[in-house]
């Protein structure tokens, strides 16, 4: 709903569908025995990662209530302390799939998040098809050039609008959902030995351009 000054285009994705990813990917592992060991990694402190958690949480608890499904949600935070790549090892260790959501800190060092999880075969669903294209099994995306392309329709509304001196808050926030896309990395679907899902597209550096960025008004 509008209000105040501020409105724009939400990028967060549909919790629902990501879980439901989750639970395929889970699926189709033969080791898992049909129990979900998710855990969901990030630096401690960072508010979105902290507001994807918190979502995937009640999503997945709520599925668990009523559809019994076998669950055990684990939250990993890497701080100085307490260093990614010992978090990362704990994690990997202890659950069968991972969630990372766009974190910046972790993102600068993807390289090692890939190395670690590869050699644990462990597949890890994100939000951002940077960091899948940097080393995740998979993610779930909008499409940001689409998202754009709303954002800037709603600047133009904004900025031609004679009759309302705050044309904002009569302006509901908007989403591009209808936009996702379910992307897979090939190499690392390879490396760990799951093949992607017959759903996933590949991730090309066309997808990923696409689904890389961040808009708003």
Do not use: W
């Amino acid at each position: 709903e509008p209000g105040g000054n501020v409105s724009g285009v939400n990028d967060v994705v549909d919790m629902n569908r990501l879980y439901e990813m989750i639970k395929d990917i889970n699926l189709n592992d033969e080791n898992a025995q049909g129990e979900i060991r998710l855990g969901v990694i990030y630096t401690d402190g960072d508010p979105s990662c902290e507001y994807e958690y918190q979502l995937l949480k009640l999503v997945a608890e709520e599925d668990a209530q009523v559809n019994g499904t076998a669950l055990t949600l684990e939250r990993y935070l890497c701080s100085e302390e307490e260093p990614m790549e010992t978090v990362l090892e704990k994690a990997c260790s202890e659950c069968n799939v991972l969630f990372l959501p766009p974190d910046a800190e972790i993102a600068t060092k993807m390289d090692q998040f890939r190395e670690i999880t590869v050699s644990h075969s462990i597949p890890v669903v994100t939000t951002d098809s940077y960091l899948c294209r940097a080393g995740t099994y998979a993610c779930l995306s909008v499409d940001y050039l689409v998202e754009g392309k709303i954002a800037a329709q709603m600047a133009y509304e904004i900025l031609t609008e004679e009759e309302d001196e705050n044309p904002v808050a009569q302006m509901s926030i908007r989403t591009a959902i209808e936009t996702e896309n379910r992307l897979g990395n090939p190499g690392v679907a390879e490396a760990i030995g799951r093949p992607l899902l017959y759903y996933m597209d590949p991730l090309t550096d066309d997808a990923a351009d696409a689904s890389t960025g961040q808009a708003a008004v």
